[in-house]
T-cell receptor, first 114, second 116 residues
């Protein structure tokens, strides 16, 4: 079975500052992806960034980057230069090939302070 | 945006009545999923499908059934709605073709279901 843990139910950050959201996961499989999805108040689920487990290099997408520590099963999201539009619920998600199911963490609600 | 549509978007129903939610995709993706979202739980998998007439249970499948008679449609039925099934329901689709592909799951807009 797969599990994903997000231990920070809520976080806040000043606009233009940097914030890091934490995520740990557990799986016995070797082929998997990790994702961060963003859910703003509109309820829409938006892919922020993905990381393939076989890649050692950490993924980056503009202001978003991850710190993928495979041995520690840790997958944190760093948001640089936080903007008001970053305010949302953020979900860490594990996708295991062969299992083909998405396993979600419980989410971290991020507030941006102007 | 991926072509995935959920209907209805909102529904209020009475305890004990059957309810069917529809997910329609235009992407021809193999995998389709139904999740429910509740505060403090994230999204939990109800059922999923890996092809026409091929479905399997997720972690919270009790009280729900699904059907997929066409690639593009995945129906979720609450046999006899209960207040504990009040939730936001999301449909998702995925190609699920293996670790070498640039896989991503696409989500519908969600359906808010209230059982009174």
């Amino acid at each position: 079975a797969q599990t994903v843990t997000q231990s920070q139910p809520e976080m806040s950050v000043q606009e233009a500052e940097t914030v890091t959201l934490s995520c740990t996961y557990d799986t016995s499989e070797s082929d998997y992806y990790l994702f961060w999805y963003k859910q703003p108040p509109s309820r829409q689920m938006i892919l922020v960034i993905r990381q393939e487990a076989y890649k050692q290099q950490n993924a980056t997408e503009n202001r978003f980057s991850v710190n993928f520590q495979k041995a520690a099963k840790s997958f944190s999201l760093k948001i640089s230069d936080s903007q008001l539009g970053d305010a949302a619920m953020y979900f860490c998600v594990l996708y295991v090939f062969g299992n083909e199911k998405l396993t979600f963490g419980t989410g971290t609600r991020l507030t941006i302070i102007p | 945006d991926a072509g995935i549509t959920q209907s209805p978007r909102h529904k209020v129903t009475e305890t004990g009545t059957p309810v069917t939610l529809r997910c329609h995709q235009t992407e021809n993706h193999r995998y389709m999923y139904w999740y429910r979202q509740d505060p403090g739980h994230g999204l939990r998998l109800i059922h999923y499908s890996y092809g026409v007439k091929d479905t399997d249970k997720g972690e919270v499948s009790d009280g729900y059934s699904v059907s997929r008679s066409k690639t593009e449609d995945f129906l979720l039925t609450l046999e006899s709605a209960t207040s504990s099934q009040t939730s936001v329901y999301f449909c998702a689709i995925s190609e699920g073709q293996g670790p070498s592909t640039n896989t991503e799951a696409f989500f519908g807009q969600g359906t808010r279901l209230t059982v009174v």
